[in-house]
């Protein structure tokens, strides 16, 4: 056990945990963060995906030890009243079905427009391939991403 210091969305926590806790047990045990969901537990999915530094993060797999003095933000600190323009975009283009996979697609999506303010389908369809939707909503994801690079 180890007392480590994490900034998630914004607030400071100081919790006393084993270092090689992955970070997504971490956010839904710990500080009841419980939008990144658990998916497959080896990153092969996508659900789990926060972002790190503003970066697009699998956190099933990501010990908690080595995020000392990173910025982390999940689904729930993207925006406070879920007005950002990706989550717009996915309520504007019906992209949920189960909506399982969401959170960690529109992580994915965000972290994509921050880095490619107009993306082609193709630097889409790259940017996405690591998030899996069960529903195969693939189409309106894509057209939400289109759509929200517009308004960003």
Do not use: F
Request: net charge neutral; glycine share 10%; with cysteine.
């Amino acid at each position: 056990m180890a007392i480590i210091n994490l900034n998630v969305n914004g607030k400071k926590h100081r919790l006393d945990l084993d270092e090689t806790t992955p970070l997504l047990w971490v956010l839904r045990d710990h500080l009841d963060l419980v939008g990144t969901k658990y998916g497959c537990g080896v990153a092969a999915c996508g659900a789990c995906t926060v972002h790190i530094n503003g970066v697009a993060t699998r956190s099933c797999v990501l010990p908690v030890g080595q995020l000392e003095g990173k910025k982390i933000t999940t689904i729930e600190g993207l925006s406070e009243s879920g007005d950002h323009p990706v989550q717009q975009a996915w309520i504007e283009h019906d992209v949920p079905q189960c909506g399982y996979c969401q959170a960690g697609q529109i992580m994915s999506a965000v972290s994509l427009l921050n880095k490619n303010k107009k993306p082609t389908d193709a630097e889409i369809d790259e940017a996405m391939q690591g998030n899996l939707c069960r529903c195969g909503t693939y189409v309106r994801i894509r057209a939400a991403i289109k759509s929200a690079a517009e308004k960003m």
